[in-house]
Nanobody
Framework: QVQLVESGGGLVQPGGSLRLSCAAS????????MGWYRQNPGKERELVAT???????NYADSVKGRFTISRDSAENAVYLQMNSLKPEDTAVYYC?????????????WGQGSQVTVSS
């Protein structure tokens, strides 16, 4: 059983910074993609940034140049450094994991972290 634990998030003023963390735990799994999505009420969940097992990163156009995703492969963890935050970045941020276990490809979502950007 793979578990995801998120931390970080909170309330910040426009122009401020926040850092999200997500760690995967369990046994017998291999990570393919790990990253972050976000969602607001009544809207679809959208990609923020992801990191593949080969080291490639992918960012939403709206966060390029402001957000940075990084990883700690030894800890099966990813981090999202969010700088120059804007009110439109307000959302619940979900950690995302695509992994292989017992020859099956599976996905896992974190519990969600509220990020609110407001003065």
């Amino acid at each position: 059983q793979v578990q995801l634990v998120e931390s970080g998030g909170g309330l910040v003023q426009p122009g401020g910074s926040l850092r999200l963390s997500c760690a995967a735990s369990g046994s017998g799994f291999r990570i393919n993609v790990m990253g972050w999505y976000r969602q607001n009420p009544g809207k679809e969940r959208e990609l923020v940034a992801t990191f593949t097992s080969t080291g490639n990163t992918n960012y939403a156009d709206s966060v390029k140049g402001r957000f940075t995703i990084s990883r700690d492969s030894a800890e099966n963890a990813v981090y999202l450094q969010m700088n120059s935050l804007k009110p439109e970045d307000t959302a619940v941020y979900y950690c995302y994991l695509l992994y292989d276990s017992s020859w099956t490809r599976m996905t896992k979502w974190g519990q969600g972290s509220q990020v609110t950007v407001s003065s």
